[in-house]
């Protein structure tokens, strides 16, 4: 059973365009979600994160949208650039949980 | 420097050997993870430490097991490769009560042939 769905599985965009990133979850346990990035051949590394008591959440040309009756989250980013081509994780936890599922990704291509 | 690191980067087999791998983690973190990651990306939870106790096992063949001899270090030996262990290997780790804020290391590429 997939806990957190990610669409879609990839998306090119232009440089300078707006990417969307879709998240949802099924657990209402759920209440904290990171997004992760990770580049070919290195980890993923801690993008930006939000809690379930706020809607919003920016960082730079990075944004975090969610929803928590429809329980879904989308992660904006803004002005894309070439560097900013990785795969892209979504991810669920609950508080003081050990367990963090992780979505199956969505590779982002930004084209010059 | 402060990081989580892996060894070897790389490591091709055949089927049927024994292999480790190492990660340490410089950050000062209580909670160790390793997670393999397939070909298309897929992230699974293998195995979490907490301060050198197993706290999550996930449903891994038998010849997975992960060995910790203190808070900055967690191996993973793989009696018996086989095809399908062909992957990614990540570590990762996390303070105390930060579970979700995971700091990966590089990983180590395994290929079974």
């Known amino acids: 059973q997939q806990q957190v769905r990610q669409s879609p599985q990839s998306l090119t965009v232009w440089e300078g365009e707006t990417a969307i990133l879709n998240c949802s979850y099924e657990d209402s346990t759920f209440n904290y979600f990171p997004w992760y990035q990770q580049f070919p051949g290195e980890g993923p590394a801690l993008l930006i994160s939000i809690r379930s008591v706020s809607d919003k959440k920016e960082d730079g040309r990075f944004t975090i949208f969610f929803n928590k009756r429809e329980k879904k989250l989308s992660l904006h980013i803004t002005d894309s650039q070439p560097g900013d081509s990785a795969t892209y994780f979504c991810?669920?936890?609950?508080?003081?949980?050990?367990?963090?599922?992780f979505g199956s990704g969505t590779r982002l291509l930004v084209s010059p | 420097e402060t990081a989580v690191f892996q060894t070897p980067n790389y490591h091709v087999t055949q089927v049927g050997n024994e292999v480790s791998f190492n990660c340490k983690q410089t950050?000062?973190?209580?909670?160790m993870y390793w997670y393999k990651q397939d070909s298309k990306k897929l992230l699974k939870i293998m195995f979490s430490?907490?301060?050198?106790?197993?706290?999550v096992n996930e449903t891994v063949p038998r010849r997975f097991s992960p060995q910790s001899s203190d808070k900055a270090h967690l191996n993973l030996r793989i009696k018996s490769v086989e095809p399908e262990d062909s992957a990614v290997y990540l570590c990762?780790?996390?303070?105390?009560?930060?579970?979700?804020?995971?700091?990966f290391g590089p990983g180590t590429r395994l290929t079974v042939l």
């Open positions: 991810a669920a936890s609950e508080a003081g949980g050990y367990k963090v599922v």
């Open positions: 990762a780790s996390s303070p105390l009560g930060y579970y979700a804020e995971q700091f």
């Open positions: 950050l000062g973190h209580d909670t």
């Open positions: 430490y907490n301060n050198k106790q197993l706290i």
